[in-house]
């Protein structure tokens, strides 16, 4: 059959809609890059200018895997679009300042690589990938990654009070602080322990986290020691709310992390020993209702994982009931592993471990068609 | 709070070029098209021969059997062809075409027919209607005498009169309830006496306030007791019939259904005029109302257009920019992009929209943002549809409701990867039903 002539000239056709909305991916990714900028710039200040350094290794280390990854697969390469930036930036905000560039390297490059590109690039991965590289340095230089938080000398915290000076982050005051309580008590060294305990074990709770750990102003406001990025609480909160104006976020989430993590951390146990110089007694105890749930929000990576990490599109479930559900379990896990885990802090693995159940999540949520039977 | 449904949403309405602007009488020209398939179902079959002369109102294309359309002469004049021509879905179809003598002369006198309109019983003003070839102008085109014969199992109890027009851009629907709020009350009236329904609930969105009210004047007048006017908020696609449907008298038409399940019937405003034109007149449908508009016309205007006008001569008038890349017969949501400018005007064209740039055509993978979760009309999951459509696997989309996705583009509007959903709903949908087709075949 010859080719038939069908028309003067030809438009173009597509499928509808022929309007967009004004949004994209690089839009979103910049968005989020941005808002971790003002917590960033706390970490600096608090641990000096290395900080910095570990930032901009992280990130260039990212977008240069990113570009790797890309060219090997064949697909466009998309560095613009800013994915691999915030992960870059992510990534460094979870990890110590005071740390070799390898390990940033080592871990950045694997979140990229790995995490991301591995599972079929943005969009298919399962897990966070700046968690994900987290874990894998974590895993893989441990010592590096647990034992020195220090922080930069002159540094003024808020309250005035000075920093721990080993460096521990207020998590693990905590946590240490209760073990030992337990410790002494059986011990029976007043001498020594009346110092940091009190008589029984709500006072006991409360001292530590005055004198041993951090007070809020400082968890507020991010002179404390931890992470590079996760100290300073406010910021974390600004930048969490832009996200939220612009509807990139949706409150729900970060919300049933914080409520149900400042929950649980009230309520659940936690086993202090005490001791009564009066009496003599002593003795070791759970004590219930004694968690300080502000303390327990503003410290560790509990904001920076509400706001930026389990948030994450890509990691979380789609619907608004799944993202409760998945806020729950962070919650949960998180302080489960807190308080009777083997770490100080449990927000890194309670987000991976509930990415895994993502799907599952999505599976048993799906909404109800307009119209269908229950 | 005004009435509404869940989930939609608030693209620029883009109506203020032509809202202010009555109708035009669009001039006749040389050359009429009338395509067979003007309406959803069975092509109508050309009665008429070339050389043969024909006049406005005569029937040339004969419905075959019932969810088929009548289609008649547009005016008076001689067939210069029957012969298969672009048709706005894409493909070539049957037509016959007109070179009309400018005499303009009707087959019979209508003038004489309004004394008896209100004599008439169901049955009669039901045949009246299939013999004008209505079928739905908001764009649907489903033949409106089987939207108006339920089977005798369905009690209908409310008939919905749709005056919404939530597409952007168009604003014919809107002039014509300025100009006919009378016309379109009586035309209800009409459809509520065959149906022998109770109810009358129009709805109208909250953007056009002028018309509320007019059709709301119209309404107050004696015998209206049972016409209720809602003034809806502006969100598309309000005027979906569902979502229209939950709006206003809260119901939900369940999956896979039709309105006629819980008792409601729904038209448009525009069928709901032509109905009352059918009754009063006798008069078949041989012209229609539309907008052209868009950033690629300079003179957007609202006209009253003959069936089978070729848009090429349309976009002559309103001036057509030059590197305008996109026409679309009907709104940007759901409207069909057309290839050429040859494609004529047809029962359900409600608007002509010109476009100066294209969209980006590239896309991404889906970033699981939730977006199209969230706005999703049919509390559907697009995502996970245009996913598994776009691996081929038909038979999971089917399970993931992929038939009660009514294309109105929400899901790719809102889409920050530019995921072409509704284009992959389409195609799995073909797929799908060629499968069953198959399977009815064994
Ligand atoms: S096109 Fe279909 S899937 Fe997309 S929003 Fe509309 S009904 Fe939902
Ligand atoms: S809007 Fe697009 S990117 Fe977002 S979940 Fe839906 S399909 Fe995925």
């Not at chain 1, 146990?269 to 001791?275: I, L, R």
């Amino acid at each position: 059959m010859p080719e038939e002539k069908i028309a003067e000239k030809l438009y173009t056709v597509t499928s509808s809609p022929h309007i967009h909305k004004k949004i994209n991916i690089p839009w979103i990714m910049w968005m989020v890059f941005v808002c971790l900028i003002p917590a960033g710039a706390v970490g600096i200040y608090v641990h000096g200018i290395k900080a910095l350094w570990v930032i901009l290794i992280s990130i260039a280390t990212a977008m240069i895997a990113e570009y790797i990854c890309q060219r090997m697969r064949g697909v466009k390469v998309t560095l613009s679009d800013g994915s691999a930036a915030v992960t870059g930036l992510l990534f460094a905000y979870c990890i110590s300042a005071e740390n070799y560039w390898y390990v940033v390297v080592f871990g950045s490059f694997f979140s990229i690589a790995i995490a991301k590109h591995a599972f079929g690039g943005l969009g298919m991965n399962i897990w966070n990938p700046a968690l994900a590289g987290r874990a894998f340095v974590l895993a893989s230089f441990g010592f590096i990654m647990t034992a020195v938080w220090p922080i930069s000398s002159n540094i003024q915290t808020v309250s005035g009070q000075p920093l721990p000076t080993s460096g521990a982050t207020p998590l693990r005051c905590l946590k240490s602080t209760a073990e030992k309580s337990v410790g002494l008590a059986a011990s029976k060294d007043a001498s020594h322990y009346l110092n940091i305990l009190g008589e029984n074990g709500k006072q006991t709770w409360e001292k530590i986290r005055k004198q041993e750990a951090a007070s809020w102003k400082d968890l507020f406001i991010g002179t404390v020691s931890g992470c590079l990025g996760e100290t300073s609480a406010v910021m974390l909160l600004l930048g969490g709310i832009v996200l939220i104006f612009y509807g990139i976020i949706k409150w729900y989430l970060p919300l049933t992390i914080l409520l149900t993590t400042a929950l649980l951390a009230w309520i659940l146990p936690v086993k202090v020993g005490w001791y009564n110089p009066a009496s003599g007694a002593n003795g070791i105890e759970w004590v219930w209702f004694a968690g300080d749930p502000l303390f327990h929000i503003l410290a560790g990576g509990c904001m920076l994982g509400a706001f930026f990490m389990a948030t994450d599109m890509v990691t979380s479930p789609i619907t608004a009931k799944g993202q409760i559900i998945f806020g729950i379990g962070i919650g949960v896990l998180t302080v489960i592993i807190r308080l009777y885990g083997g770490y100080p802090e449990g927000v890194c693995y309670s987000i991976l471990l509930m990415n895994t159940t993502v799907p599952l999540i999505d599976r048993y949520t799906r909404p109800k068609v307009f119209g269908g039977r229950s | 709070m005004a009435k509404t449904f869940s989930g939609g949403i608030h693209p620029p309405e883009c109506k203020q070029q032509t809202e202010n602007k009555p109708f035009i009488h669009f001039p006749l020209g040389d050359k009429l098209v009338c395509l067979m398939s003007q309406h959803i179902g069975i092509p109508a079959k050309p009665i008429v021969k070339k050389d043969e002369k024909v006049k406005r109102g005569q029937v040339i294309g004969e419905a075959s059997g019932m969810v088929s359309c009548f289609i008649h002469a547009p005016t008076s004049g001689t067939v210069v062809a029957v012969e298969p021509v672009i048709h706005p879905l894409g493909r070539k179809m049957e037509a016959v075409i007109i070179q009309p003598d400018g005499e303009d002369i009707w087959m019979e006198d209508f003038s004489k027919c309004r004394a008896k309109a209100k004599k008439l019983s169901a049955q009669e003003m039901l045949k009246i209607i299939q013999d004008s070839g209505i079928a739905g102008m908001g764009g649907a085109t489903f033949p409106s005498h089987v939207k108006l014969s339920p089977p005798k199992d369905k009690v209908i109890d409310t008939l919905i009169i749709n005056g919404v027009e939530c597409e952007p851009y168009l604003t014919c629907d809107h002039r014509l309830m300025l100009d006919f709020a009378e016309e379109i009350i009586q035309g209800a009236k009409i459809i509520q006496s065959i149906l022998g329904v109770k109810q009358i609930h129009i709805g109208i969105e909250g953007n056009k306030p002028d018309a509320f009210e007019k059709i709301k004047q119209a309404a107050s007048q004696k015998e209206c007791e049972d016409i209720h006017v809602h003034l809806l908020k502006v969100k598309y696609p309000q005027g979906a019939e569902k979502q229209l449907i939950k709006a206003i008298i809260n119901r939900d038409v369940p999956a896979g259904g039709l309105p006629m399940d819980i008792g409601v019937v729904v038209h448009n405003v525009m069928t709901t005029y032509y109905i009352y034109r059918a009754i009063y007149f006798n008069e078949p449908v041989t012209e229609r109302y539309l907008t052209i508009t868009g950033d690629g016309v300079e003179n957007p205007q609202n006209l009253r257009v003959r069936i089978g006008t070729p848009i090429s001569k349309i976009l002559e008038y309103a001036k057509l920019r030059p590197g305008s890349k996109k026409i679309i017969l009907g709104g940007p949501m759901m409207g069909m992009a057309q290839y050429s400018e040859e494609v004529p005007v047809t029962k359900g064209t409600s608007g002509i929209l010109v476009l100066q740039d294209t969209q980006d055509m590239d896309y991404k993978n889906c970033i699981r943002c939730g977006a199209c979760v969230d706005h999703c009309p049919m509390r559907l999951v697009p995502s996970e549809l245009s996913i598994t459509l776009q691996r081929g696997r038909v038979d999971l989309a089917e399970q993931y409701n992929l038939m009660d996705c009514m294309e109105c583009g929400v899901c790719a509007y809102v889409c920050p990867a530019n995921r072409p959903i509704v284009q992959f709903v389409k195609l799995g949908k073909a797929q799908l039903m060629k499968q069953r087709k198959a399977k009815g075949a064994k």
